[in-house]
């Protein structure tokens, strides 16, 4: 008779399934959170299983052609002009060094808090038919003179260009800076001249960060509207929004929505491409760094001129022209004008606080639950819960609507089978969805800031108090949260501007009579009512300065590292 051994399961083969079983645990409220943020772009992508012919050929036959070869001009005029802006200048103030040269590569980042609205109803108002330039123009020249009409694309993508360059610019100075003195130093040795050396071996170098830089600023005059309504060029985004607001036509907006959503993936794409597989890599990046150039004479003033010129387009004119308006209007309207400011203010102001205290919540969530899994899987989850960015925000807001939707339908339906009054629209019609699209749009923002500062953290920290029985909730409030909190701050900070100047989300979903400040700048600028419109722009640039200020503090906190 055969004997029957038994044999116990290996130490070596249990540990493994009990870490698995752990790590997903661990995943499960991030996959929750990342699953809620990609659920509405998914049900916007399964919309294409049932596409509407019908819809499809009567837009083509009206504006469809006119809005997609707008919107593709636009991001082709973006993505050049701020290419040779953002790169032109950072090398401009990374080589060279001329008087006033530290002032104008901190200055130069300003142009960030100005949103493209503001900039595009300001140069409108400025440089239009009827405004004071070709006013005066005519006066000088006589009444037939006849410049170019910025109420066109040009217009357009020169305003978007220079409130968009710094992206470009941002991250083509922070690739400039960490080449080495023995890069420049080979280029000479084999005879190149600096400008030689510029285009043959730093670009090249640098194109990775220039690629993304231009992406960005694409990705941001895509999802743009009202600047494009301004200069009577009409896009996908600005299409979309007519459709919602104008016709309330929900079901062609939505559709029209992933027309723009194939654009910004063909964007990313894009970016990808622009990388090129080539890879350039430094020897150390610690190295001696390579001295300025210096300018003297007629070269510096140009330098200087230059600077000066585009600081002036792009921030000075607009803050000024912005100030000026806000002071006659108060003036005009002595004591009116604060109920109606406070109004809004406070609605704009708890209403980023709101968002921005949801989306932070939500991704420190989801970074501690990459950290304690790691691996793999963390990666993917995260990346999945920050697709959101990439999305414009026109198309965030008919996902969100064509989520929400049904379940206020079931909602209803339930409270009517139960002999109930029906509660109404308590997901589309209120606050609620509007946060939903706000945490679906700026998850990235928070959520990079929250990682970077986790990553920040000393593992010996935690090990220590795991061997002292703390659990991962506990070193998450213990260990981890103060130590974390300034990234959080900044985190929250980034999203409450961009909540702030946010506006195709907000105007497609937002509850009836609910309007924030950027809508008011809006409405009052598309009826040409500059004064009332300069006040709530001013408040918002005001706030957007905020971050553009903990740049400038990093970048000076960076070169005095090097130095």
Same mark, same amino acid.
């Given at each position: 008779?055969? #004997? &029957?051994?038994? &044999? #116990?399961?290996?130490?070596?083969?249990?540990?493994?399934?009990?870490?698995?079983?752990?790590?997903?645990?661990?995943?499960?409220?991030? !996959?929750?959170?990342?699953? +809620?943020? =990609? +659920? *509405?772009?998914?049900?916007? !992508?399964?919309? @294409?299983?049932? *596409?509407?012919?019908?819809?499809?050929?009567? +837009?083509?036959?009206?504006?469809?052609?006119?809005?997609?070869?707008?919107?593709?001009?636009?991001?082709?005029?973006?993505?050049?002009? &701020?290419?040779?802006?953002?790169?032109?200048?950072?090398?401009?103030?990374?080589?060279?060094?001329?008087?006033?040269?530290?002032?104008?590569?901190?200055?130069? @980042? @300003?142009?960030?808090? =100005?949103?493209?609205?503001?900039?595009?109803? =300001?140069?409108?108002? &400025?440089?239009?038919f009827a405004g004071p330039i070709q006013t005066t123009l005519r006066a000088w020249f006589g009444q037939s003179f006849r410049p170019p009409d910025i109420r066109s694309g040009w217009g357009a993508i020169l305003v978007m260009s220079l409130v968009l360059y710094p992206y470009v610019y941002l991250l083509a100075r922070a690739a400039f800076r960490e080449q080495v003195a023995a890069t420049y130093e080979a280029a000479r040795t084999m005879g190149y001249s600096r400008s030689q050396t510029f285009f043959r071996l730093i670009v090249p170098m640098a194109r990775p960060s220039l690629a993304a830089g231009a992406a960005l600023a694409m990705m941001e005059a895509m999802t743009d509207f009202a600047t494009v309504r301004f200069f009577s060029f009409p896009t996908v985004s600005e299409g979309i929004v007519r459709l919602w607001e104008g016709r309330m036509d929900r079901a062609g907006a939505t559709e029209l929505s992933l027309l723009l959503l194939g654009v910004a993936l063909c964007l990313i794409l894009l970016e990808r491409a622009l990388r090129g597989r080539a890879r350039y890599y430094q020897s150390s990046g610690a190295g001696r760094r390579p001295p300025r150039a210096e300018l003297h004479g007629v070269a510096a003033l140009a330098a200087i001129a230059l600077n000066a010129l585009l600081l002036g387009a792009a921030f000075v004119l607009p803050v000024g022209q912005l100030i000026a308006w806000a002071l006659s209007y108060v003036q005009t309207n002595f004591g009116g004008w604060r109920n109606v400011f406070a109004q809004y203010a406070l609605t704009t102001f708890g209403l980023a606080a709101l968002a921005a205290t949801l989306t932070v919540f939500l991704a420190l969530l989801i970074a501690n639950g990459v950290r304690l899994s790691g691996g793999r899987a963390g990666r993917i989850v995260a990346r999945v819960a920050t697709l959101g960015y990439a999305v414009p925000g026109a198309v965030v807001a008919a996902a969100v609507l064509l989520t929400l939707a049904p379940l206020d339908r079931a909602i209803n339906s339930l409270a009517e089978r139960l002999n109930l009054s029906a509660p109404g629209l308590i997901l589309t019609g209120t606050i609620i969805g509007l946060l939903y699209a706000y945490a679906v749009r700026f998850m990235a923002v928070a959520f990079n800031s929250v990682e970077a500062s986790f990553e920040k953290v000393k593992p010996s920290m935690e090990q220590a108090a795991r061997t002292m029985g703390a659990g991962p909730w506990r070193v998450l409030w213990r260990i981890h949260l103060p130590l974390v909190s300034q990234g959080m701050i900044a985190a929250a900070i980034l999203v409450f501007v961009d909540v702030m100047k946010e506006l195709p989300a907000t105007v497609m979903l937002r509850p009836f009579g609910m309007d924030t400040l950027a809508i008011w700048t809006y409405m009052a600028a598309a009826e040409s009512f500059w004064e009332e419109a300069s006040l709530p722009a001013l408040t918002i640039l005001a706030v957007g300065l905020i971050p553009v200020w903990l740049l400038m503090r990093l970048g000076n906190r960076a070169g005095a590292e090097r130095l």
């Amino acid at each position: 008779m055969a #004997q &029957t051994t038994l &044999t #116990q399961p290996s130490r070596a083969g249990a540990l493994p399934a009990r870490r698995i079983g752990r790590l997903r645990v661990r995943l499960l409220i991030p !996959l929750i959170v990342a699953g +809620l943020v =990609v +659920l *509405p772009i998914l049900n916007l !992508l399964s919309a @294409l299983l049932s *596409p509407s012919f019908e819809m499809w050929e009567r +837009l083509w036959a009206s504006i469809l052609p006119r809005m997609l070869g707008n919107t593709l001009v636009l991001l082709g005029g973006v993505g050049a002009l &701020t290419l040779i802006i953002g790169t032109g200048m950072a090398w401009l103030v990374t080589a060279y060094h001329f008087p006033l040269r530290a002032f104008f590569e901190r200055a130069l @980042l @300003l142009p960030l808090a =100005v949103p493209t609205f503001v900039m595009g109803f =300001v140069y409108m108002a &400025t440089f239009d038919f009827a405004g004071p330039i070709q006013t005066t123009l005519r006066a000088w020249f006589g009444q037939s003179f006849r410049p170019p009409d910025i109420r066109s694309g040009w217009g357009a993508i020169l305003v978007m260009s220079l409130v968009l360059y710094p992206y470009v610019y941002l991250l083509a100075r922070a690739a400039f800076r960490e080449q080495v003195a023995a890069t420049y130093e080979a280029a000479r040795t084999m005879g190149y001249s600096r400008s030689q050396t510029f285009f043959r071996l730093i670009v090249p170098m640098a194109r990775p960060s220039l690629a993304a830089g231009a992406a960005l600023a694409m990705m941001e005059a895509m999802t743009d509207f009202a600047t494009v309504r301004f200069f009577s060029f009409p896009t996908v985004s600005e299409g979309i929004v007519r459709l919602w607001e104008g016709r309330m036509d929900r079901a062609g907006a939505t559709e029209l929505s992933l027309l723009l959503l194939g654009v910004a993936l063909c964007l990313i794409l894009l970016e990808r491409a622009l990388r090129g597989r080539a890879r350039y890599y430094q020897s150390s990046g610690a190295g001696r760094r390579p001295p300025r150039a210096e300018l003297h004479g007629v070269a510096a003033l140009a330098a200087i001129a230059l600077n000066a010129l585009l600081l002036g387009a792009a921030f000075v004119l607009p803050v000024g022209q912005l100030i000026a308006w806000a002071l006659s209007y108060v003036q005009t309207n002595f004591g009116g004008w604060r109920n109606v400011f406070a109004q809004y203010a406070l609605t704009t102001f708890g209403l980023a606080a709101l968002a921005a205290t949801l989306t932070v919540f939500l991704a420190l969530l989801i970074a501690n639950g990459v950290r304690l899994s790691g691996g793999r899987a963390g990666r993917i989850v995260a990346r999945v819960a920050t697709l959101g960015y990439a999305v414009p925000g026109a198309v965030v807001a008919a996902a969100v609507l064509l989520t929400l939707a049904p379940l206020d339908r079931a909602i209803n339906s339930l409270a009517e089978r139960l002999n109930l009054s029906a509660p109404g629209l308590i997901l589309t019609g209120t606050i609620i969805g509007l946060l939903y699209a706000y945490a679906v749009r700026f998850m990235a923002v928070a959520f990079n800031s929250v990682e970077a500062s986790f990553e920040k953290v000393k593992p010996s920290m935690e090990q220590a108090a795991r061997t002292m029985g703390a659990g991962p909730w506990r070193v998450l409030w213990r260990i981890h949260l103060p130590l974390v909190s300034q990234g959080m701050i900044a985190a929250a900070i980034l999203v409450f501007v961009d909540v702030m100047k946010e506006l195709p989300a907000t105007v497609m979903l937002r509850p009836f009579g609910m309007d924030t400040l950027a809508i008011w700048t809006y409405m009052a600028a598309a009826e040409s009512f500059w004064e009332e419109a300069s006040l709530p722009a001013l408040t918002i640039l005001a706030v957007g300065l905020i971050p553009v200020w903990l740049l400038m503090r990093l970048g000076n906190r960076a070169g005095a590292e090097r130095l």
